[in-house]
């Protein structure tokens, strides 16, 4: 059910030309990152492996929960980057084809603001703050 939540919510964030990161865990207590730019899929970081190993490997695992992180700046490096179209041809043959529509059991979450003497970390892919001293 994960699967198709994410799916979908992958699919509405390229529709609506978003930029920032899924950052994806896994039952398994793994983390995989998704770097998007205005709608393209251009970076996945995954469990030792980069690029679009990574991305195979996002077909393979059972995804315990996500967060999309809206203009999120995260430190992908080059060995990350994948190509759009190769990306969206893997996932949908693994995932079926990724819809933007309207999922009710999907809760709708506001992204995260960045806000004055608070830094911003990723915990265990959930993104937590921990106030300036």
């Known amino acids: 059910m994960a699967r198709q939540h994410f799916a979908n919510e992958l699919a509405r964030n390229i529709r609506d030309k978003h930029s920032g990161v899924f950052f994806i865990t896994t039952t398994r207590k793994r983390a995989i990152s998704l770097g998007l730019t205005d709608g393209w899929i251009t ?7 980069h690029g679009q190993a990574a991305i195979e ?24 980057e994948v190509v ?11 995932l079926g084809k990724m819809t933007a529509e309207a999922d009710s059991a999907a809760v709708e ?11 911003t970390r990723i915990y265990r892919g959930q993104i937590i ?3 300036d001293e």
Not at 61 to 77: K, M, N
Not at 109 to 119: D, F, I, Q
């Open 43 to 49: 970076y996945c970081s995954g469990i030792r492996q």
């Open 84 to 94: 759009h179209e190769e990306a969206i041809a893997t996932l949908e043959a693994a």
């Open 109 to 119: 979450e506001t992204p995260p603001t960045a806000k004055v003497g608070v830094k």
């Open 57 to 80: 490997q996002l077909t393979e695992v059972e995804i315990a929960s996500y967060r999309f992180a809206l203009d999120a700046d995260f430190p992908f490096r080059s060995r990350d």
């Open 129 to 131: 703050e921990i106030p």
